[in-house]
């Protein structure tokens, strides 16, 4: 969350969160009816009672747990019936996020579930499970409940004042000297806290100066873990991509965070258990099987400016081995025509009838062997490339919008598994023949293509990556420019 939207709503804390109270008892001398607050509630209203109302107070003011700014969801006034609406902002914020539709861009394809937060509300207060209600709303998934835990380590750094920024110079490497090692050291300490301290250095040539720190191998390896949590090689020197990710501020850790545990209520309340998981920002493909991981491998996923890899989900329903790649308009007319006509048919190319360019399949097609269909509107699918050296690359947004695989056989085999039709072996003749063949898949598999800068890895440290597209950044600031919840 940006910084102005943490705290532009911080002061409404103290401005009734606590004020809540039971209606005012009738006056006695009043001849009318009496007034009592539980015994004639008007037809279709939530009627609370004071532990109901103590509970969704306590609730309200922790919302800061869930990436909330402090006092987002203070009710606007007193009474129950500001307390109900402010209940009711949080619960839909918690539950399907705090982007209203109209604002989600077109390939952000996965969209919230509709949710009913005032009848939710009613049969909860009703029924007395308010409790079991509001544990139900947020994201029933660890990869959202580690993220509140890193939300809070990264507040706690933020409140100690953040970390210095490294100052510009040379790169730092093992028998580097001086202040500039001590600063980076501080730097690591501040995320790491398995950070060294810094060894003074002992003269071993005439003119060095003892006592200075000096940049070792324990420091190295600490430069190594930041470079891992960042998607950097982990080269354990420091040069300008390691500096530049090093100097990103906490508040924009902070941001990336929120982004991504927002982009998690985007989410069903429960994945399938057999499902493909694409992490577009980090370009990883994982297979997962009793919600277990099984496979895993790194993939290539869309450019920047235009084409970005959309978010969706949807069903692996068939696979296409030795596909013919029929070229997009766009890649055709900027691309490949400009080559010229012996360029195309030395590639493979064909005109089709119709004016449009068609690739024969083979090894050297730019689907390679094998590619997974799966039904959305932006005509994207996973396949195979001849490309192998950009999976060697620790960013890999350089496709048009599909997703390149780095194993797709090893893919297909396990989609594929059981299937007495399509066993390996019969993958394998059926490539090997270079026939265009389409190989159904009896129990379609879901896939999500999914976005995430921020996760945390099972030693408990929060792994960024570098929001390739700008998407945590702009999701922050529409959910801002909306004026809050």
């Known amino acids: ?104 861009r077109s390939d952000w394809a996965l969209r919230p579930q509709p949710f009913d937060a005032r009848a939710g509300l009613t049969r909860a207060v009703a029924e007395n499970r308010l409790q079991a209600w509001l544990n139900g709303l947020p994201p029933p998934y660890p990869g959202y409940e580690t993220l509140q835990v890193g939300l809070t380590t990264y507040r706690d750094i933020q409140a100690r004042g953040g970390w210095r920024p490294l100052a510009a110079g040379p790169d730092l490497k093992i028998g580097a000297v001086g202040p500039a090692v001590e600063a980076l050291r501080e730097r690591l300490a501040a995320e790491d806290p398995l950070a060294p301290a810094v060894t003074a250095m002992t ?82 493909l994982t297979l997962f099987k009793n919600d277990q991981p099984t496979l895993s491998m790194r993939a290539v996923t869309g450019k920047p400016g235009g084409g970005e890899t959309p978010l969706l989900s949807s069903e692996i329903h068939s696979i296409v081995l030795n596909p013919p790649w029929n070229v997009p308009t766009g890649i055709a007319q900027k691309e490949l025509f400009p080559k010229g006509r012996a360029y195309l048919a030395s590639a493979g190319f064909r005109i089709l009838p119709g004016g449009g360019l068609q690739q024969r399949p083979g090894p050297n097609s730019a689907l390679g062997l094998i590619k997974f269909d799966f039904d959305n509107p932006f005509a994207v699918y996973l396949h195979d490339t001849p490309s192998k050296g950009g999976f060697a690359r620790y960013t890999r947004q350089v496709s048009h919008g599909c997703v390149r695989l780095e194993r797709p056989l090893a893919l297909a085999r396990a989609v594929m598994e059981g299937d007495p039709t399509w066993t390996p072996q019969q993958i394998d003749e059926t490539i090997a023949g270079g026939e265009t063949t389409r190989a159904r898949v009896a129990d379609p598999v879901a896939v999500y293509l999914l976005y995430w800068t921020a996760y945390v890895t099972p030693d408990g440290q929060v792994n960024f990556r570098q929001d390739p597209y700008g998407w945590d950044t702009l999701l922050i600031r529409r959910i801002a420019a909306q004026g809050g919840a």
Do not use: C
């Not at 402010?86 to 604002?103: D, H, W």
């Not at 530049?244 to 990336?256: H, Y």
């Open 203 to 284: 003269p071993q040539v005439p003119g060095q100066v003892a006592g200075q720190p000096l940049f070792d191998q324990a420091l190295a390896e600490a430069v190594k873990r930041a470079q891992k949590r960042m998607g950097l090689e982990p080269s354990g020197t420091v040069g300008a991509a390691t500096r530049a990710a090093l100097n990103l501020p906490v508040e924009r850790r902070i941001d990336q965070i929120v982004a991504n545990m927002e982009r998690w209520r985007w989410l069903p309340a429960s994945l399938p258990a057999r499902r493909v998981q694409v992490n577009v920002a980090a370009g990883v």
């Open 1 to 104: 969350m940006s910084q102005g939207l943490r705290m532009g709503a911080a002061g409404l804390l103290a401005a009734g969160l606590f004020a809540v109270s039971a209606q005012a008892p009738a006056l006695a001398q009043a001849p009318s009816p009496p007034a009592a607050p539980y015994a004639r509630p008007v037809a279709g209203a939530i009627v609370l009672t004071p532990e109901q109302a103590d509970l969704l107070r306590s609730t309200l003011a922790a919302a800061d747990r869930h990436g909330f700014a402090p006092g987002e969801f203070a009710p606007r006034g007193e009474g129950d019936a500001a307390l109900i609406d402010a209940t009711l902002r949080y619960a839909r914020a918690v539950k399907t996020g705090r982007l209203e539709l109209a604002n989600f």
